[in-house]
């Protein structure tokens, strides 16, 4: 069973930052691509951010262009979503997947970790 296990969720402040960590120790890490994706009540999920194996380039969502970063650790078996200048629209349970670069069948999913941005 491949567990992916996601950290770094909470309650912050419009404005405020927080970073999204997800490591996957049971996994060949660079073999595989990895996103971010998130779900709001009542809404469907939705990719946030991407990145392939390699780390060599990126894609985000209009929504969080310039106020999100992706990046990883292949040493670390890791991959983060730095978040700044929250919104309260960022609000919702974020996800990590990852995508196998090779064999795409291989799709796995975290449990997701809850982002709430109020004042």
């Known amino acids: 069973q491949v567990q992916l296990v996601e950290s770094g969720g909470g309650l912050v402040q419009p404005g405020g930052s927080l970073r999204l960590s997800c490591t996957v120790p049971g996994l060949t890490f660079s073999f595989y691509d990895m996103n971010w994706y998130r779900q709001a009540p009542g809404k469907e999920r939705e990719l946030v951010a991407g990145i392939p194996s390699g780390g060599r380039s990126t894609n985000y969502a209009d929504s969080v262009k310039g106020r999100f970063t992706i990046s990883r650790d292949n040493a670390k078996k890791t991959v983060y979503l730095q978040m700044n200048s929250l919104k309260p629209e960022d609000t919702a349970v974020y996800y990590c997947?990852?995508?196998?670069?090779?064999?795409?069948?291989?799709?796995?999913w975290g449990q997701g970790t809850q982002v709430t941005v109020s004042s």
């Open positions: 997947n990852a995508v196998g670069t090779y064999d795409s069948r291989r799709k796995y």
